[in-house]
Nanobody
Framework: QVQLVESGGGLVQAGGSLRLSCAASGSISRFNPMGWYRQVSGKQRELVAE???????NYADSVKGRFTISRDNAKNTLYLQMNSLKVEDTGVYYC????????WGQGTQVTVSS
C-alpha cells in the first residue's frame, strides 16, 4: 500500500517562500514520474511540476523560474520549493506518484495573501 503525505503548506504573504514535502511509504525510486498538482475550489486539478526517475523536470509556465521540484531518494521524499509566491498560487497542493497505478496524497493548503 503506497502512502503519500504532504506537509509544508501554510499562509504566506506575496513574495514569500514555502517548501512543500511529500513523504512516501517505501522507496520513491520506483515512482516515475512524481509530481505536484494544484487545485483551486471549483476547478480541475492542474500540473504544477513533475520529475522523472532520471531527474528530468517539467513545470507549468506560470511557475517556471519560481518553483523547483526535487526528489531525495534516500529520504523517500519529494519537494517543491516555491519562491516569489503570488496570490494566484493559492490552492491545495497534491503530491502524485505513478508506479503501475496513480497514487495521490491528501493535499496541503497553500494560501498566499496580498
Amino acid at each position: 500500500q503506497v502512502q503519500l503525505v504532504e506537509s509544508g503548506g501554510g499562509l504566506v504573504q506575496a513574495g514569500g517562500s514555502l517548501r512543500l514535502s511529500c513523504a512516501a511509504s517505501g522507496s520513491i525510486s520506483r515512482f516515475n514520474p512524481m509530481g505536484w498538482y494544484r487545485q483551486v475550489s471549483g476547478k480541475q486539478r492542474e500540473l504544477v511540476a513533475e520529475i522523472t526517475g532520471g531527474d528530468i523536470t517539467n513545470y507549468a509556465d506560470s511557475v517556471k523560474g519560481r518553483f523547483t521540484i526535487s526528489r531525495d531518494n534516500a529520504k523517500n521524499t519529494l519537494y517543491l520549493q516555491m519562491n516569489s509566491l503570488k496570490v494566484e498560487d493559492t490552492g491545495v497542493y497534491y503530491c502524485r506518484a505513478i508506479y503501475f497505478f496513480v497514487y495521490w496524497g491528501q493535499g496541503t493548503q497553500v494560501t498566499v495573501s496580498s
